[in-house]
């Protein structure tokens, strides 16, 4: 594990200080997680953080996917 230092204002830490008490975990973890959670999925490209962003306006899209990706059959 490498270290790292960062600056939170007043504010900041002692949101984050009360988060972590109340899920049981340091300041260091609770800041870990936040890293984890912002970055994008791994082995999964940068276009993945974009999935599900599409809408169709079609309901029944998730049932004709190959005709939505692919477009029309011929």
């Not at 999964?44 to 990706?69: H, L, Y």
């Amino acid at each position: 594990m490498i270290r790292t230092q960062i600056s939170l204002d007043a504010n900041e830490y002692a949101a984050a200080k009360t988060e972590a008490r109340a899920l049981g975990i340091s300041v260091a973890e609770f800041v870990r997680r936040a890293v984890r959670e912002a970055l994008p999925p791994r082995g999964g490209g940068p276009w993945m953080k974009f999935a599900g962003f599409v809408e169709t306006g079609n309901s029944r899209s998730s049932q004709a996917v190959d005709e939505i990706v692919y477009g029309q059959k011929d």
